[in-house]
């Protein structure tokens, strides 16, 4: 296990020995004369901590009372997603066993979201998955009711279709958060084995949500597309150029043979299969491209990876561990940037900081870079890449915030850069983001967004109420739009003040509650266009809850 002290104490003894010398040494020198000057200061913030979960249990019935407010909704299924007519053999089907089963998928779907939410802080991974639960939870509820009252199979199949296409890509994601307790995974084998069953009574079979997969297999086709033309123009010099740009546009092809079964509707065999191989080109063909260490081509390259991911998810195809030859790459970049920050480190640049304890901060951070280049050379575990990931993640936090302050343009893009490899790194080994991490202004300006169409929607239904409670619902809407607008203006000023930021978005959610309260009266056919925004606003709520905790 790796030792900060025992690292640090070790990397001092070679200095002193001067049996090493490199960017880090030059800067510990350099630091050396003039942290001799600087007196030792140290300050301590401290952040607010909130424990109480009402707000965002009440944000979670908001999201099920939303979703359970079109169970009488007519079944339309269309498009890509509208699962094929089963062929069913009625005489082979016990509609005692499905109703039993469908109701033991939906208890444990409940028991699910109760679970998820209780531990949503301390697994902050769970929660973008949250809302699908819930839509699961709350379709199989609505199913299970039909089903006591009907006795169609074709219908019930077909409806059961669809919680399959959700239900197969949320638990694949769940089982994928890293953290997560022992009783939300008991639950999500239940549920898995329960889906099977029905899938096997009501003789469907699995779901693809082809509608998402065609999104997503289309954003990566323009994803290589991009990188192909960086190839083209930043390897433009190299003998192998044209080579790589035909192959690159092989693995396109590929691709775009995949886009194609999908909309073909071809089966999902078929599917997975021609995708594999579309993955296989594509890991030969980037890990060429990853030995020119071109910045603009790791770009392109990761994003790729990012589509590669979500693709996997909607296949259902097993998570691979971290890419070791992704994490080696990006760690020899990370090395880099900061080696190149230490060089560029001079006195006369340091100088110009408050004083602080520069030596060790600087020797502590490259340490935890040293430590992660050692684990990936000895093709550690994927969870020892994590360990060692955290330990620079935590070290960051001081040493950026400590030389930031650098009156600097070339050293703060300096900065800027080791930032990005970071996060570059952090995608590679699959880490969620943590919540500092969401951009509240673009949040809020969604927010926004909705709330205008949630105007919208409305008017149209309100055009029939009565003009008190007309009035009154077009002042909750427009009242939330200003709170809205007023947060985004919060949120740009500069600094941002948290405290600020927290009050506002209090007066946000409680200006929603009355919001949502009056919407949830419509009757009319806008009923469900209102709570399909309502459901998209509620989730955006929760995000900012998390983002401002």
């Known amino acids: 296990m790796y030792s900060r002290y025992r690292h640090t104490i070790s990397h001092h003894t070679k200095c002193k020995d001067m049996l090493s010398f490199g960017p880090r040494v030059l800067l510990i020198l350099v630091l050396s004369g003039f942290v001799a000057t600087c007196s030792y200061s140290s300050a301590f913030a401290q952040s607010p901590n909130d424990d109480n979960s009402k707000l965002v249990n009440d944000l979670l019935r908001l999201l099920e009372k939303s979703e359970l407010a079109t169970r009488d909704r007519e079944y339309k299924p269309s498009g890509l997603d509208l699962p094929p007519t089963p062929q069913l053999n009625a005489s082979r089907i016990n509609i005692n066993e499905v109703r039993d089963t469908l109701d033991k ?14 531990v ?16 699961v939870r709350a379709r199989a509820s609505i199913l299970a009711d039909r089903v006591r009252r009907t006795n169609d199979i074709n219908q019930i199949a077909t409806e059961y279709g669809e919680i399959d296409q959700l239900w197969r890509v949320v638990a694949l994601q769940l089982d994928q958060v890293r953290g997560l307790d022992r009783q939300s995974r008991n639950l999500i084998t239940s549920m898995n084995a329960a889906d099977r069953k029905l899938g096997d009574l009501l003789q469907t079979g699995p779901q693809l949500k082809r509608t998402d997969l065609l999104r997503q297999t289309s954003a990566l086709s323009n994803a290589l597309s991009i990188l192909i033309q960086d190839v083209e ?44 191989a579309f993955r296989d080109s594509w890991n030969t063909y980037a890990t060429r491209l990853r030995s020119y260490h071109n910045r603009i081509l790791s770009r392109g390259i990761q994003r790729v990876v990012q589509q590669d991911r979500s693709i996997q998810e909607l296949l259902w195809l097993p998570q691979d561990g971290a890419n070791l030859q992704e994490v080696a ?28 304890n520069y030596i060790a901060t600087s020797d502590e951070f490259y340490g935890t870079v040293e430590n992660l280049i050692d684990t990936v050379n000895h093709n550690e575990s994927t969870a020892n890449l994590i360990t060692s990931f955290q330990y620079i993640e935590s070290s960051w936090k001081d040493f950026s915030a400590m030389f930031h302050t650098v009156e600097s343009p070339a050293a703060l893009q300096l900065l800027d850069k080791v930032d990005n490899s970071i996060n570059a790194l952090r995608i590679a080994l699959r880490i969620e983001k943590p919540s500092d991490s969401i951009d509240l202004a673009k949040l809020v300006v969604a927010l926004e967004a909705q709330s205008t169409q949630l105007s919208l929607i409305a008017e149209q239904w309100l055009a029939t109420e009565s003009p008190s409670f007309r009035q009154a619902t077009q002042n909750s809407i427009r009242d939330f739009s ?21 009050t506002k978005s209090n007066e946000l959610f409680e200006s929603w509650f009355q919001v949502h309260e009056k919407i949830s ?8 266009q209102l709570q399909e925004t309502a459901v998209r606003i509620t989730q955006m709520l929760m995000d900012l809850r998390y983002a401002t905790k």
């Open 105 to 118: 998928f939906s208890r444990d779907s409940s028991d699910l979201a109760i679970q998820l939410n209780r």
């Open 120 to 135: 949503m802080y301390q697994v902050p991974g769970v929660r973008e998955y949250i809302a699908d639960v819930l839509k």
């Open 233 to 276: 123009y930043e390897l433009s010099r190299e003998p192998q150029r044209l080579e790589l740009v035909r192959q690159g546009q092989e693995v396109e092809q590929r691709m775009i043979q995949v886009t194609n079964l999908i909309i073909d509707r071809q089966s999902y065999d078929s599917i997975k299969r021609e995708y594999l």
């Open 329 to 356: 790459h990006l760690t020899e970049a990370l090395k880099r940037d900061v080696d190149e920050f230490y060089r560029r480190a001079t006195l006369r640049l340091l100088i110009s900081l408050p004083p602080a």
């Open 482 to 502: 200003n709170t809205a607008h007023e947060l985004h203006r919060i949120v740009l000023m500069q600094p941002a003040s948290m405290a600020l930021i927290r």
């Open 521 to 528: 009266r419509c009757e009319t056919h806008e009923k469900y």
